[in-house]
């Protein structure tokens, strides 16, 4: 299918404030200092997520807001409630004599965006190379509060995208150094299992739940880490090192994001292949070069047809996620965005790849593995 043209329209029809419900004690933490985990990833750009659920019978906008939003506004409210930091606010920049933190004050909320989209649905969540600028309008702002006088932002954004006759894509933006993708995973976990319950979302216990652990002191940091990471921080600021944006490929005319599929099979051939030239054993991910963790489940409507982490196009990192959902055939996907012309490229490599191991595995057959 020919690229989409870039102005299709996404207005925005609603924005709410979730707060979580019920708040929390009176006696829980208010502010959560960041560690040296945390300020590891204070220059990085946010993390940007797109989940998008097919559903055909969703027949127009009226319809979502009346019989879907009220649901996916309370579980919201009351996953917050377990993880109610992501309600809460980070300053814009590290205070010279400040502790970096992320601070929650009763009210606080996030800011859920409803939008509609006359894109075409079914095109953006497909593996082809898709202009990323298409793919920006889904995704919700860090909303920044306070002017000039100690600015501060959100660290977590909703959008809600529906596409009439076709789907719903929910978009997030999480400030990068708040969560790891861990943490990310384990709350959208808990708001999927809450909204699963419906009705009896407002009194939810998630069977199996663990709820996230806020208590700093587990962390030891006998060498002073954090310390060092903040002064590394404010020596990039004031050298006016620009480096993180040489890795920012959004800044580059013509830039596409693309999934390419690595199923099972295929990395049993390029194991096979490394194997012979090495004798050494890999895991699938260290196949792939890279490591990433990011298992996202089912949540609304069941499994997502597709995930999209946009935010690789300012990082220049790998989006790495199992497979095993879409088609039964397992494997890992591999997300990434380059100019069109470097995608390409990239995509010729890839083919290329995956016929010299097919070509391998059929000159070689004694290597084949039995079949069960």
């Not at 659920?53 to 906008?61: F, G």
């Not at 940091?221 to 993180?244: K, N, P, W």
Request: a negative charge; one cysteine or more; aromatic letters at 8%.
């Amino acid at each position: 299918m020919a690229p989409g043209p870039l102005t299709l329209a996404v207005t925005v029809l609603e924005q709410y404030h979730v707060s979580p419900t019920p708040a929390p004690a009176p006696g829980q933490l208010r502010s959560l200092p960041l560690t040296f985990f945390d300020l590891v990833f204070w220059d990085f750009p946010p993390v940007q997520r797109l989940f998008f659920y097919a559903s055909a019978d969703l027949s127009d906008v009226p319809d979502f807001l009346h019989s879907k939003l009220p649901l996916l506004n309370e579980s919201l409210a009351a996953a917050l409630h377990h993880f109610y930091p992501l309600a809460g606010r980070l300053p814009c920049r590290i205070q010279e004599c400040a502790s970096p933190e992320v601070v929650y004050s009763d009210g606080d909320s996030v800011r859920l965006t409803v939008a509609v989209s006359r894109d075409d649905f079914q095109d953006l969540a497909g593996d082809h190379p898709r202009d990323t600028a298409r793919l920006r309008p889904l995704l919700p702002p860090l909303a920044k509060h306070g002017g000039c006088h100690r600015p501060s932002q959100d660290v977590l954004a909703v959008q809600v995208t529906v596409f009439p006759g076709a789907g719903v894509c929910v978009g997030t933006t999480l400030h990068h150094a708040v969560a790891d993708g861990s943490s990310y995973v384990h709350f959208l976990k808990t708001w999927a299992a809450i909204h699963r319950l419906g009705d009896e979302c407002r009194e939810a216990v998630v069977v199996g739940y663990t709820p996230p652990l806020f208590d700093r002191g587990v962390l030891r940091d006998d060498t002073a880490l954090r310390e060092s990471f903040i002064h590394d921080h404010r020596h990039l600021v004031e050298s006016g090192d620009r480096r993180l944006d040489e890795w920012d490929v959004s800044r580059r005319p013509d830039t596409v994001l693309a999934t390419f599929r690595f199923t099972d099979e295929l990395l049993r051939r390029l194991g096979r292949h490394v194997e012979s030239d090495t004798s050494a054993r890999c895991s699938p991910y260290a196949l792939l070069g890279v490591y990433a963790a990011a298992d996202f489940g089912a949540a609304w409507g069941g499994q997502p047809r597709k995930v999209e982490i946009v935010s690789v196009e300012r990082t220049g990192a790998l989006a790495l996620a199992e497979s095993g959902g879409r088609n039964g055939d397992g494997g890992i996907e591999v997300g990434l965005a380059l100019p069109r012309l470097q995608m390409e490229a990239f995509r010729a490599f890839h083919a290329e790849l995956v016929g010299l191991l097919h070509a391998n595995d059929v000159a070689t057959p004694l290597l084949r593995e039995p079949k069960s």
